[in-house]
């Protein structure tokens, strides 16, 4: 599956990645059990967050053309909520999540951040991101204002930092699938409200 890799930073700024190629031997398939143990050597090996994500999106992308499972329509959003999600690996103690996340179409999540390190692949459908960056006024100290946006096609990888702020809209005529990774979640994890101008931990 190709597709391009983006980089989003703290500020809301979106651009092309430039990757770091962290496993040496490629072994093919590429089950998710050597992808967790080679993210668990590189989470180990790599404690900057921009550094990790450049080496943890030449991993996904492996494991997106080597899995053919992942290409199974097999999570499908809740009618009621518009979204589901499918844990794939989160482990007591250990600060890693990996999830398929299905939207129905039309979709929209709220403005957040994720408090640590993030990966969405794209799988099928597209899905708007729209970006915000912190604008801070003495009266509102949680003001947000947009930056910009990046839809994404399957085979797009967008690599998130800690408090790079967005929303999600699922925009194609299908459901959008896609396959989330999280780093450890600290207080830090945010919804924001960008007409009362507030904030508040989810």
């Known amino acids: 599956m190709t597709g391009q890799d983006w980089f989003v930073s703290n500020d809301g700024q979106c651009n092309l990645l ?46 997106l053309e080597s ?29 890693l999540t990996v999830q398929l996340v299905a ?32 604008s801070p006024t003495p009266k509102f100290t949680d003001r947000i204002q947009t930056f910009n946006n990046k839809i994404l096609i399957p085979g797009d990888i967008l690599c998130l930092m800690p408090d790079s702020i967005h929303q999600v809209e699922a925009i194609s005529l299908n459901p959008t699938i896609s396959l989330n990774l999280y780093g450890e979640t600290n207080q830090d994890r945010f919804e924001f409200d960008s007409i009362q101008h507030t904030a508040h931990t989810f």
């Open 18 to 63: 430039e990757t770091l190629n962290f496993r040496e031997n490629q072994t093919d398939p590429y089950r998710l059990y050597r992808f967790l143990t080679d993210l668990e050597d590189l989470l180990n090996q790599i404690s900057d967050d921009r550094s990790r994500l450049q080496a943890i999106c030449p991993l996904v992308r492996q494991l």
């Open 67 to 95: 899995c053919s499972w992942l290409q199974m329509p097999f999570l499908e959003p809740d009618p009621q909520t518009g979204w589901a999600v499918q844990t794939l690996y989160d482990e007591p103690f250990f600060p």
């Open 103 to 134: 939207w129905s179409p039309g979709a929209t999540s709220p403005i957040h951040n994720h408090g640590s390190w993030g990966v969405v692949a794209l799988l099928d459908g597209q899905e708007k991101n729209t970006f915000w960056q912190r």
